[in-house]
């Protein structure tokens, strides 16, 4: 069972990136999953969630209308579509799994805490 994130690298300010969340040995359709991101110094926070039950989504305040969670489970994988990027979102990005049916929102912003399995990071460097 192994969970993998990637696609990060560097973009200038204002630019996109998309990230993929790929699963082997189970399916990722199974599951409520949540995107995560670390910065130097900084405590991991909540980016995005989409629902296991209803595909319902949920976006941190600092990414809404700028990030956008999909899946396809024909291709057993979640991305992170990110556009006008900003300086700001540099950080190593995580996904998680959470086998509840909802995302479980705290101060406008998935909980980690309520996540088990995580895949290794990818890093996104926003920087001109």
């Known amino acids: 069972v192994q969970l993998q994130a990637s696609g990060g690298g560097l973009v200038q300010p204002g630019g996109s990136l998309r990230l993929s969340c790929a699963a082997s040995?189970?399916?990722?359709?199974?599951?409520?999953i949540g995107w995560f991101r670390q910065a130097p110094g900084k405590e991991r926070e909540g980016v995005s969630c989409?629902?296991?039950?209803?595909?319902?989504?949920y976006y941190a305040d600092s990414v809404k209308g700028r990030f956008t969670i999909s899946r396809d489970n024909q291709k057993n994988t979640v991305y992170l579509q990110m556009s006008g990027l900003k300086p700001e979102d540099t950080a190593v990005y995580y996904c998680?799994?959470?086998?509840?049916?909802?995302?479980?929102?705290?101060?406008?912003?998935?909980?980690?805490?309520?996540?088990?399995?995580w895949g290794q990071g990818t890093q996104v460097t926003v920087s001109s």
């Open positions: 989409i629902s296991r039950s209803d595909g319902r989504t």
């Open positions: 998680a799994t959470d086998d509840y049916d909802f995302c479980t929102i705290v101060h406008g912003s998935p909980d980690p805490l309520t996540f088990g399995s």
């Open positions: 040995g189970f399916t990722l359709e199974s599951y409520t």
